[in-house]
Structure formats: structure tokens, C-alpha cells
């Protein structure tokens, strides 16, 4: 049974550009959640999806976007990069409050 | 709003010793979830345990154990007998209790754990 798939695994993208990251759910899981993990730091929430709606928003500017899909997979998508955007991005899927599954995440580097 | 605190952002141990790793937090709802994970290098979060508030049973998973004690907002995890593998990035987060699926997680600053032989 395949866990979260994150894609790509790393990448490096120039101030001004925009990014989407992609996310494909452990099988069965129903909602989607981004975080973004900076050096030496925990996660910090972004959003959440259920049922193709944001259902849930941390404290982060409108740049950041996202989208789930009818077959639950998720894509976030920032744009307008800033050097400070270079972090992990982890997505987390679940079914219900016993099961965040999270990926191995994306390594986005901005320059 | 929820806060959690992991005071300890480095520790290093030799092989075979016990170690606490510390985690204190602060929300204002009655009812809540606390987590731990593990991130090793390759980045992925590895969930350890999960406990609600209701339950403060102390819980024991091999060389694992867990501390919750609501009194002092504290959720602290041992590892007895370390070793080498439990080298990693350990996080203690928060999530409100909600019926349904999922909350957003509020993870405190991580603890890095090095076991050295």
C-alpha cells in the first residue's frame, strides 16, 4: 500500500518564479493538508483540503494556492518566490484524527 | 491559540543510555490530541504515537514510553537502551479534537536526538 507520494523531490527555482508541488494521498485518504518546514524549524500549517475545498488556512499571504482533485490528490502551488519561500513543503494525508500520513516531502530551493 | 514548546533543541547520548525528550504545551480547548513524530534525514515524518486528552495513561511501546501529564501541560517521550538508529529530528505537536477529518497540526521546534557508539 503506497504511502504519500510527493513530487518532485527537489527543486531550485529563481525569486519572481512561480512553483507547483504535487501530492498524491496514502489510498483511502480523504483530506489534504501542506506544511512548510524551514531550516531548524517545525512544520507550519498552510492549508487544508477535503471534498476539492480549502477547508482550513494557516497565516500565510495568498501566494500561496492549492487544489485537490476528485481522486483526492492535491497540488500547491506559490507564486511570486521570495528567497524566504526555501523550505521543505510536506503534504500529509488522512481519513480521520488517527491517520496523518506524512511524505518524505519536496526540498524547494529559491535563488 | 495553540503553542508547544520543545525547550530541548539539541541532545547527544551514548548508545544504550535513557533519554527524555521534553514537550510542553498550551491550548484552550478541553478536548485535544497530542502527537509525536520522527524525522530522520530523508525527511519524512514518522508518526510515533497519538494521545487524547481524556487519557492520561502513561503508554510503554518497546524501548518507547510517553509521560502525559495534563497538570503541567507536559507530554514528554523516553527512549530506554537508545541506539544508533534513534538518531533523528523528534517533533511533539497539537491538534484540536474535531469529528472531522483531521486538523491542522501546530508542531513545536523539534529536538535533535544524536546517539553516538
Redesign the interface.
Known amino acids: 500500500d503506497a504511502g504519500v507520494t510527493q513530487s518532485p523531490t527537489h527543486l531550485i527555482k529563481t525569486r519572481g518564479q512561480q512553483v507547483t508541488l504535487r501530492c498524491s494521498p496514502k489510498s483511502g485518504?480523504?483530506?489534504v493538508?501542506w506544511?512548510q518546514q524551514a531550516l531548524?524549524?517545525?512544520?507550519?500549517?498552510i492549508f487544508?483540503y477535503?471534498e476539492e475545498e480549502e477547508?482550513?488556512r494557516?497565516n500565510f499571504p495568498d501566494r500561496f494556492s492549492g487544489h485537490q482533485f476528485p481522486n483526492y490528490s492535491s497540488e500547491l502551488n506559490v507564486n511570486a518566490l521570495l528567497l524566504g519561500d526555501s523550505a521543505?513543503y510536506?503534504c500529509?494525508s488522512?481519513?480521520?484524527?488517527?491517520?496523518?500520513?506524512?511524505?518524505?516531502?519536496t526540498?524547494l530551493t529559491v535563488v | 491559540a495553540q503553542k508547544?514548546t520543545q525547550a530541548q533543541t539539541e541532545i547527544s547520548v551514548v548508545e544504550k543510555e535513557d533519554v527524555t525528550l521534553d514537550c510542553v504545551y498550551e491550548t484552550r480547548d478541553t478536548t485535544y490530541?497530542l502527537?509525536w513524530?520522527k524525522q530522520p534525514p530523508?525527511?519524512?515524518?514518522?508518526?510515533l504515537i497519538?494521545r487524547n486528552s481524556f487519557d492520561e495513561q502513561n503508554e510503554i511501546s518497546g524501548r518507547y514510553s510517553w509521560n502525559f501529564q495534563k497538570s503541567t501541560s507536559s507530554f514528554n517521550f523516553t527512549i530506554t537502551a537508545s541506539q544508533v538508529v534513534d538518531s533523528a529530528v523528534y517533533?511533539c505537536?497539537l491538534?484540536e479534537?474535531?469529528e472531522?477529518?483531521?486538523?491542522?497540526?501546530?508542531?513545536?521546534?523539534?529536538t535533535q536526538l544524536t546517539v553516538n557508539p
Do not use: M
Not at chain 1, 484524527?97 to 506524512?102: A, E, P, Q
Not at chain 2, 530523508?42 to 508518526?47: A, H, P, T, Y
Open positions: 485518504h480523504d483530506t493538508s506544511y531548524g524549524q517545525g512544520p507550519q500549517f487544508q477535503y477547508r482550513q494557516g521543505l510536506l500529509a488522512s481519513l480521520d484524527l488517527n491517520g496523518y500520513t506524512f511524505g518524505s516531502g526540498r | 508547544v490530541y502527537f513524530y530523508s525527511g519524512e515524518l514518522v508518526f497519538r517533533f505537536a491538534s479534537a474535531v472531522t477529518s483531521g486538523s491542522r497540526l501546530t508542531f513545536g521546534e523539534g
